[in-house]
């Protein structure tokens, strides 16, 4: 029998976050300001499990650019210790239509940044590039909702009711694909809450999540996608 697509999104997902560099690989992420690390350095002394890569962001401080390291272990605890993604049923009523409207409604794309705090922060925000919103309809309520670019592809960062007591605490993520002809126009799009995924700060401590703003918390359950991280003998993100 041929597997499901949504079958098939849970392995893919599972072979993600399991690989080289995928979300439980990570290891380390070191910030070293406005000093770019010694790249080449790190990878000539990285073990062979050990993939080094470079990346930045903008000081919350002092508003300029700054450098930092991932370690990504392929042998890594996390991925010896993962058992599973625990994930609801499969429900196609959480496969829903919305309408996303660009920022201008004039097909020039303008930017519009919308601040997120992270969960790494300790409270402060950075202004992430929300394309446009999303306009979707659950329970006869209209919902409009913050989906920021995430390399092209619309990713909604999103909390509901099942927050902390069936999902993972801080909330959970969402790609919303659009169709590559759409570019910047306005036109429909599918929320499918099946495929609502843990982010990758459920599975490695080393990620700087953002959290959801207050237009995207939903005051009712999303009982769709997946819940947690389940890893075996008790292992902790926080304590690895």
Request: negative net charge; charged residues 25%.
């Amino acid at each position: 029998m041929t597997e499901s697509p949504h079958a098939l999104w849970r392995e893919q997902r599972a072979r993600a976050v399991t690989g080289p560099t995928g979300n439980l690989a990570l290891v380390e992420t070191r910030w070293t300001g406005a000093q770019r690390p010694d790249i080449d350095a790190e990878r000539a002394a990285a073990a062979p499990s050990v993939t080094i890569t470079e990346l930045s962001r903008t000081s919350i401080e002092t508003g300029e650019p700054e450098y930092g390291l991932r370690r990504w272990d392929a042998g890594s605890a996390a991925i010896r210790a993962f058992e599973r993604i625990d994930t609801f049923a499969y429900d196609p009523e959480w496969v829903l239509e919305g309408r996303f409207t660009p920022v201008d409604g004039d097909g020039e794309g303008s930017a519009r940044t919308v601040p997120f705090e992270h969960i790494r922060d300790n409270g402060g925000t950075r202004d992430l590039v929300v394309p446009g919103d999303i306009h979707i309809t659950i329970g006869g309520e209209e919902f409009t909702v913050a989906a920021f670019d995430d390399g092209g592809t619309l990713l909604l960062v999103f909390g509901d009711r099942t927050n902390g007591s069936e999902t993972y605490a801080p909330g959970r993520f969402l790609f919303v694909p659009r169709d590559a002809a759409m570019g910047g126009e306005p036109g429909p799009v599918v929320l499918d809450f099946n495929r609502a995924f843990v982010p990758p700060c459920g599975f490695s401590a080393q990620f700087n999540c953002p959290l959801p703003p207050a237009s995207n918390r939903f005051p009712f359950r999303i009982p769709a996608g997946e819940k947690n991280v389940v890893f075996r003998d008790g292992f902790d993100i926080y304590a690895a």
